[in-house]
């Protein structure tokens, strides 16, 4: 599957957990429901992915988790926020380069319409 046609997909499956449930819950209920939709749509995906730091040449477990890593190619970060700050930004595009992930989804289902809620980074 291209790259275009997963991201379409993925967005297509956080859009409809967004018609059911709306603004206003937990990020943890969009991870699940939304981790539903994905299973249904038969798209292999990892959730809370453990992603260890890199530091000369040890990996250290720090902490951070990748909300989901779809397909093992694309990253999405969830949030439930009244506004996407620039650390929210920053923490996809981390955790991208991190990864060694190219492509990454930052998702905000506190919006009334989630379109205006995706933000695509390609590095």
Avoid: W
Avoid at 11 to 37: D, F, M, N, T, W
Avoid at 61 to 90: F, P, S, T
Avoid at 102 to 118: A, D, Q, S, T
């Amino acid at each position: 599957m291209e790259m275009d046609e997963l991201t379409a997909r993925v967005i297509g499956c956080a859009i409809e957990v967004h018609r059911a449930l709306g603004p206003g819950l937990l990020e943890s209920a969009y991870e699940q429901c939304l981790a539903h939709e994905l299973n249904l749509a038969g798209i292999r995906f990892q959730a809370q992915q453990s992603l260890p730091v890199e530091y000369k040449g040890v990996r250290l477990d720090c902490g951070y988790r990748v909300d989901m890593l779809v397909e093992n190619r694309l990253i999405l970060e969830l949030k439930a926020v009244d506004q996407v700050l620039g650390i929210h930004q920053a923490q996809v595009i981390t955790y991208m380069k991190l990864a060694g992930i190219r492509v990454g989804l930052l998702i905000n289902f506190n919006v009334p319409v989630l379109k205006e809620g995706i933000n695509r980074y390609v590095l």
